[in-house]
């Protein structure tokens, strides 16, 4: 008896969460489908045409496979061609840049090294051609010294401006100027 | 052979990637079932007809990717689904486009639709089963026609088990509201 009156008398047992609340939403669910059924029934009340599920099969099944594994490896294929094709276009871009920009180099040191000889005069063609040695040449030279090489005008102007400014200036100096000993300097 | 024998069976297919006959045995093991689930959902012979070809073909395309996660029939049935409710969706649009209300245009039709075998009451029912939101119509079925757990449909819809008992009270209630007219 001591024992007994030793154990926990408070209740033990656990219940889901919410149980009494969603208890008596249950219990009003049952009654309404039982009413439904006693009127209804839950019979359903469709039919299928003869045999149907006998004759039932799969259409096309076997020609999708067959045509899934037929197209993937041509899918595969055109897929490579395409890359391969791109890769190609994209390498002889590369390499006809570097021509082009090598090419560039060579003519430009050729004009160059004629202009330096006397061999040749320039003008207002091939100043355009020669311009990315001459923005070289201005970038990396002191304007007031480009400023010796060609006249005593508007000094004060192209000792403060850009060099697309100074560019200019050059260009529309070539127009009279012999440019010998200026382009001798590049 | 009985289902869970036929799960095993299919399950060791699949494991051997012999999906032909893997595919084969799921047909004959699972049209019945999906059929009566999708006819419930589309009503219109003709159309569960094309909405069990859709599943299948699905079920055929897929089924070198099904991981076994889940029970076959779990994903059968979660396919079967899918596409009845994407089928139902495309023919609302067109009706829309008609200017006609889908599920009127269903419910005369289940009127003339010569594999409907119900009675003028089960007519009522089918109407007010109608009335409802799509997935309270698949939850509704699925309980009262079919009396499947809730834990099953929970795998197969995605919803909780709560979710869907109170899905199905509403839909019970409803229905209950519906047919008070008549």
Known sequence: ?186 | MNAAASENKISELLSEQNYSEAFNLIVEQYKERLYWHIRKIVLIHEDADDVMQNTFIKVWRYLENFKQDSKIYTWLFRIATNESITFINNKKKKEEDSFQNYENFLSSKLESDEYFEGDTAQLILQKAILTLPEKQRIVFNMKYFDETKYQEMSEILGTSAGALKSSYHYAVKKIEEYIKQY
């Open chain 1, 1 to 186: 008896m001591n024992n007994l009156n030793n154990i926990n008398k408070e209740n033990n047992f656990k219940i889901p969460e919410n149980y009494f609340d969603t208890f008596s939403q249950e219990l009003e669910t049952r009654i309404s489908e039982e009413n439904l059924k006693k009127r209804f029934g839950n019979k359903k009340p469709f039919t299928v045409p003869n045999n149907y599920f006998k004759i039932f099969s799969v259409k096309y099944k076997k020609n999708e496979r067959k045509i899934i594994k037929l197209i993937i490896p041509w899918l595969s294929a055109a897929a490579g061609i395409i890359i391969i094709f791109a890769l190609w276009q994209f390498l002889l871009t590369e390499v006809n840049k570097n021509k082009h920009t090598e090419t560039n180099d060579t003519l430009i040191s050729t004009h160059l090294n004629l202009i330096a000889d006397n061999q040749i005069q320039i003008n207002e063609n091939n100043i355009e051609y020669l311009e990315p040695e001459i923005n070289a040449y201005i970038d990396e030279t002191d304007a007031s010294q480009l400023y010796e090489y060609t006249n005593n005008e508007s000094s004060d102007d192209i000792l403060n401006t850009d060099n697309e400014t100074v560019y200019e200036y050059f260009i529309d100096y070539a127009d009279d100027n012999d440019y010998t000993e200026l382009l001798a300097e590049l």
